[in-house]
């Protein structure tokens, strides 16, 4: 979802750029914030590999480790649907004040 939104929000400034420049710097958070819930999905899919190479040990320690990580996956996996929504929040009120 926020790599998509990153996308679209970039098309839309690309256009913004040629037309109405001034305008750029109302969706630079919001752009901020999609990035930054890229990023976090991205921990969250190596940490996903990591937590299942610890459950695949015997070691107490290990699973100990990985059920860390699992639950640290689904927390960065719930931030990153909050920067997502976080993000659509920012960007309507941009869109808000654009008129």
């Known amino acids: ?41 991205g921990l969250v899919s190596g940490f996903t590999y990591l937590s299942q190479w610890f459950y695949a040990s015997k070691r107490d320690w290990c699973q100990m480790t990985g059920w860390f990580m699992n639950i640290l996956c689904i927390v960065l996996g719930l931030a990153a649907y909050g ?17």
Do not use: C, H, R
């Open 83 to 99: 920067a997502f929504i976080w993000g659509a929040i920012d960007a309507y009120t941009g869109f808000q004040g654009f008129a």
């Open 1 to 41: 979802m926020n790599g998509g939104a990153t996308v679209a929000l970039l098309a839309f400034l690309g256009k913004l750029t040629t037309e109405n420049p001034d305008k750029l710097s109302t969706f630079a958070g919001s752009l901020m914030i999609f990035t930054f819930g890229v990023f976090i999905t």
